[in-house]
């Protein structure tokens, strides 16, 4: 297995490990997590997706007529 080094800023560090530990798992393990997400194209999961929003309450999204028009709301980042 490849190992890597990076510079990230002080911040961006801290974020990372406080959302790893939340989440039960090793910084390596949680940033290993992020890549896989942004380099491996696999189908969306629309149980988990509804499932996450179950968690986290109602969520009010306003579409306007130009939301209408071009009909795609893949684009909207609910985190």
């Known amino acids: 297995m490849a190992q890597?080094?990076?510079y990230v800023p002080d911040e961006i560090a801290e974020d990372l490990k406080?959302?790893?530990k939340a989440?039960?798992?090793s910084l390596s393990s949680f940033v290993v997590e992020i890549i896989e997400s942004k380099t491996t194209h696999t189908p969306f999961d629309w149980d988990e997706h509804?499932?996450?929003l179950d968690r986290t309450g109602p969520v009010d999204i306003?579409?306007?007529e130009k939301d209408?028009?071009?009909g795609d709301l893949r684009d909207i980042n609910l985190d």
Do not use: D, H, V
């Open 50 to 52: 509804f499932a996450r």
């Open 23 to 25: 989440s039960g798992k």
């Open 68 to 70: 209408r028009y071009f």
């Open 4 to 6: 890597l080094n990076l």
């Open 18 to 20: 406080t959302r790893a």
């Open 62 to 64: 306003q579409i306007t």
